[in-house]
């Protein structure tokens, strides 16, 4: 499997007097087609390294590197293409916009992709039943159920054809039948177009089911395990912690 | 065009933000073309009341003379310009008309009816009888119809003109109300009548001539002045002070207009302010699916823009209806050239601030859409 993502002593601060390191020389590679889960207490860096990744954000230094091209310094708006071309986002609430129904909110990738308008919406009913709601295109947000905006947003996401789909806490505000279901659909996604998945969490029962578990603590990635099988295999350094 | 498709739906979901920027932007539209309208419609009647009301070339005695004398010849040179519709000798002087107990005072003006009329339509705002009736009748009169009712004239008395030591009875024989405060001075009498009254034998005090294009008239009149010695001038030198004030207030006006448009446009910025203070988030999810700055920015340009013609439009119903309102109140004749306001409409001057009104709303987006255009996405999408 080829790295399709590969991170580099990436560093960012913030700091208006106090200086607050958020990630702290963070290596890491990501493979494609890799379901990834990123665990750690809430102020540990983990959305901030999503956003690095999801290029919303830029690092302080560092660098990071998309299927092998160097996007640490991409202008503005080559950032904004590849985040169209390359990547789906999936936030912890639906963040559908609320005046476009279910089939145009998936269709908004594409058109800002300048897809033809008759293209996106076959390409947004297809993703609509493939997550379960051909019953629902016409639903606006406000129409439909918590789990079924997520699944709306799940399929926005996938409807740019992404390498790499980012989610925020995706199932955070979902009871677990809902949580469950999300997430069986994007196992089920990652198998039939071997996406690559990079999922924050705070549900180890959730993170359990990924093929790799990063834990970080203070910016630092501390502690990484890998699924063989069933069993999952801890690197020495969690073993120290 | 995803833009204009969100855009659109932004718009319609927020109807009454979205009205009350309408509104307000409207509203200066309707302020604008009615001033304009008032501007347009008292200039046109001012211009109108001059040209109509005097000579359009009117013709003085030489330098030392106080009257013209030999009017006839002076008549068939002006005549000689094929420009020319009529010439007409007048003689207008000061004189006390007196009925029963009742004196005012008052300006004569005696002429030939048939070229009189030509020169100032005198027929057109006779009331009752007949200017014509001057013409065989030597000691009758046309009097203003200000001038009968404080007089208490009836039609058909005869009244007493006075000049010095010279008394004249004459008949009424019309009423002429112009609209104008001349209706309260104003007595038509024939040529020879007023020599009567006057005393000075054949003369005139000036000759007006009326023409078929009244921009020629500084051209005939600088004709005359090399044909002969009398002094011709021209209504737009005679009018000059008043043309040079129209056009002074005009630029006060255009002004005027502009800090309208500019508080419009600080209200329409101010809407665009809220309407994306309210979606900062969803500017940072676009932004997350891959807008671009110059994408953001347009959506709200976009926004602000297509609220511009419906609230011109809006703005010129209101301007239109508001016309009609102006145009139906009576104002005195002595404080305004004319008996009714007239409010000018024409679409030119609809189209012209339509189009300003249109720029109003793209200039008071551009600033808010630019700061949407520059939100850090991390920030937006987090903002609660």
């Given at each position: 499997m080829t790295n399709i993502i590969e991170i580099k002593k990436l560093r960012k601060v913030y700091g208006d007097g106090v200086e607050v390191?958020?990630?702290?020389?963070v290596d890491l590679t990501i493979k494609e087609g890799e379901v990834l889960s990123i665990v750690g207490p809430s102020g540990s860096g983990k959305s901030t390294l999503l956003n690095m990744i999801g290029l919303l954000d830029t690092p302080t230094s560092g660098e990071i590197w998309l299927k092998g091209q160097n996007i640490t310094r991409a202008t503005p708006k080559e950032r904004a293409r590849l985040r169209n071309k390359e990547l789906g986002f999936i936030f912890?609430?639906?963040?559908?916009?609320?005046?476009?129904n279910a089939v145009e909110n998936v269709m908004m990738p594409l058109l800002i992709a300048g897809v033809d308008r008759d293209e996106a919406r076959d390409r947004a009913i297809a993703l609509l039943q493939e997550v379960g709601l051909a019953d629902r295109l016409m639903n606006r947000p406000n129409q439909l159920s918590g789990g079924q905006n997520q699944r709306v947003a799940v399929a926005r996401a996938l409807a740019g054809h992404p390498s790499i789909v980012i989610g925020?806490?995706?199932?955070?505000?979902?009871d677990t039948k809902s949580s469950d279901m999300i997430y069986e659909l994007l196992r089920k996604l990652n198998r039939q177009m071997n996406q690559t998945f990079i999922l924050v969490t705070h549900d180890m029962t959730m993170a359990e089911k990924t093929d790799r578990i990063l834990r970080i603590v203070d910016g630092r990635i501390v502690c990484e395990m890998r699924r063989d099988g069933d069993e999952f295999v801890t690197q020495e350094i969690c073993r120290a912690e | 065009m995803f833009e204009l498709s969100i855009a659109e739906r932004h718009i319609l979901g927020n109807p009454r933000m979205v009205l009350f920027t309408v509104l307000s932007v409207a509203l200066a539209v309707g302020v604008i073309v009615v001033l304009i309208g008032l501007t347009e419609g008292y200039r046109e009647n001012l211009i109108e009341n001059t040209v109509e009301n005097s000579p359009h070339v009117t013709v003085d005695p030489k330098?030392?003379?106080?009257?013209?004398?030999?009017y006839r010849t002076l008549s068939a040179i002006a005549r000689e310009d094929p420009e020319v519709l009529a010439v007409s000798p007048r003689l207008v002087g000061r004189a006390a008309a007196k009925y029963k107990d009742k004196v005012e005072g008052v300006t004569f003006i005696g002429a030939d009816p048939i070229q009189e009329d030509i020169l100032l339509r005198i027929q057109e705002d006779v009331?009752?009888?007949?200017?014509?009736?001057l013409r065989f009748k030597r000691f009758a009169a046309v009097v203003g119809s200000d001038l009968a009712d404080d007089l208490e004239l009836k039609r058909g008395d005869d009244f007493r003109l006075t000049r010095q030591d010279v008394t004249i009875q004459v008949k009424t024989v019309g009423i002429i109300d112009t609209g104008t405060g001349l209706d309260q001075t104003l007595v038509y009498i024939p040529l020879e009548t007023a020599q009567d009254l006057l005393g000075e034998g054949d003369v005139v005090t000036e000759v007006g001539i009326r023409l078929s294009e009244i921009d020629a008239a500084p051209a005939v009149a600088a004709d005359l002045n090399n044909k002969t010695r009398y002094k011709a001038e021209s209504w737009q030198e005679k009018s000059r002070d008043i043309l040079e004030q129209l056009d002074t207030q005009q630029i006060y006006s255009a002004i005027f207009y502009l800090l309208i448009f500019i508080i419009s446009g600080f209200g329409i910025a101010n809407t665009m302010i809220m309407i994306i203070s309210r979606r900062t988030k969803e500017i940072g999810i676009l932004m997350a699916m891959g807008a671009d700055g110059i994408s953001i920015m347009k959506i709200f340009v976009l926004e602000s823009v297509i609220l511009g013609p419906p609230s011109a439009l809006l703005g010129g119903g209101l301007a239109y209806v508001a016309a009609k309102l102006i145009g139906t109140i009576e104002v005195p004749a002595e404080i305004y050239i004319a008996d009714r306001m007239t409010v000018i409409l024409d679409l030119g001057t609809f189209v012209y601030v339509a189009v300003f009104a249109i720029l109003v709303n793209f200039l008071a987006g551009i600033y808010p859409a630019f700061k949407a255009s520059r939100l850090d996405p991390v920030k937006a999408i987090a903002k609660e």
């Open positions: 390191v958020a990630l702290d020389d912890q609430f639906h963040h559908l916009l609320p005046e476009f925020d806490e995706p199932t955070g505000n979902l | 330098e030392d003379e106080d009257y013209i004398y030999l009331v009752w009888g007949d200017y014509y009736d």
